[in-house]
């Protein structure tokens, strides 16, 4: 039977930990029952710098529980995708599976077995995905929406809908773990690795205590984090709008001519307007060229594997 490790960070959820402890070990021990995972299957809490009580509840959490509840301290607040990682990296040699999810538990825990059965039928990775948001915000629920659309633009691929609650195989996590960058977006980064995988759908919930540690300024950093990381096109978006002024500007400047030649024009004007466009559109274009070479030793820089091989036959 596989080993589980179920990886929570957590920053400042002093109010939440007992129960998220309690929740998730009623899920292990629900799955280790019906035989589905092994016996010394774990919860790995990272604190990820709390300044509350956190790290000393996970601390009484683990005595209480030895086998079952296991905990990570950082030495300062990393922020959640750096904290998540680094609880992934260090199931990955303690397991052969993970799950990851908030501390807040506003992700269903109910669908962990569905996830554990895609695994068995052989999915290495396995989204949660919202089915609605009816709990967020009318605010929170356009903007991301509103975020995932312009991903989609940017030709980046996300799972549309899901967050960090995802089940991943221990190959798949040490296939992710060969993605050295440091300006991590884990949402973009999983659906690069391949192998098969599968989503399940569940309802998101009210954090079940504490309030969100995602606030507006966290949420639109990791939003342009996620664009930038991940797509040039921005660049190539410069070039093409110099390339358009350009081309407009000769066009303005045939008619320019054509008006200068009936006589039509206040003296000056043409030169002047026809200048400004032109030149606007050459600098455009050359800044737009440059960041093409930058864009390039950008993705150069991140040494992503630039393959991932499943199966050899031989
Ligand atoms: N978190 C973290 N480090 C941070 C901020 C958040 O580890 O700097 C954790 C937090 O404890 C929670 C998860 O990330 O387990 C998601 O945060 P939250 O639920 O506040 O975000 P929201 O659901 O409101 O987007
Ligand atoms: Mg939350």
Redesign the pocket.
């Known amino acids: 039977m596989e080993k589980l490790a179920i990886v929570?960070?957590?920053?400042?959820?002093e109010e939440v930990l007992k129960i998220a402890s309690e929740a998730l070990r009623g899920v292990l021990d629900d799955l280790i029952r019906k035989g589905k995972i092994a016996e010394d299957s774990f919860i790995l809490f990272?604190n990820?710098g709390s300044k509350d009580r956190t790290w000393e509840l996970i601390e009484e959490e683990h005595q209480a529980h030895p086998v079952q509840v296991c905990g990570v301290k950082l030495a300062g607040?990393v922020?959640?995708q750096f904290?998540?990682t680094a609880g992934l990296i260090t199931a990955m040699d303690l397991s052969d599976v993970t799950v990851s999810i908030?501390?807040?538990l506003?992700d269903d825990v109910a669908v962990i077995e569905e996830m554990i059965d895609k695994f068995h039928n052989g999915c290495d990775i396995v989204y949660g995905v919202r089915k609605e948001r009816k709990t967020d915000t009318f605010f929170k629920r356009t903007t991301a929406q509103g975020f995932y659309k312009v991903m989609e633009m940017m030709g980046v691929k996300t799972v549309y809908n899901h967050?960090d609650f995802r089940l991943m195989s221990k190959r798949a996590v040490e296939q992710f773990s060969k993605y050295q960058e440091t300006n991590l977006f884990l949402r973009g980064m999983m659906p690069l690795i391949g192998y098969q995988t599968d989503c399940v759908y569940y309802d998101r919930k009210e954090?079940v205590a504490g309030e969100?540690?995602?606030p507006l300024k966290?949420?639109l950093a990791l939003a342009f984090n996620g664009i930038s990381s991940f797509s040039v096109k921005p660049i190539s978006m410069i070039l093409g709008s110099g390339v358009i002024i350009v081309l407009l500007s000769i066009l303005a400047a045939i008619y320019a001519l054509i008006s200068y030649c009936t006589g039509h024009v206040v003296p000056g004007w043409t030169s002047l307007i026809l200048s400004i466009w032109f030149l606007g559109g050459i600098q455009l274009m050359a800044v737009g060229l440059v960041g093409q070479y930058i864009g390039k030793i950008y993705i150069e820089v991140k040494h992503r594997p630039r393959y991932n091989i499943e199966k050899v036959l031989k």
């Open positions: 929570v960070p957590c920053y400042n959820e990272v990820d607040n922020g959640h904290a998540l908030d501390a807040d506003q967050a954090r969100s540690k995602y966290k949420m």
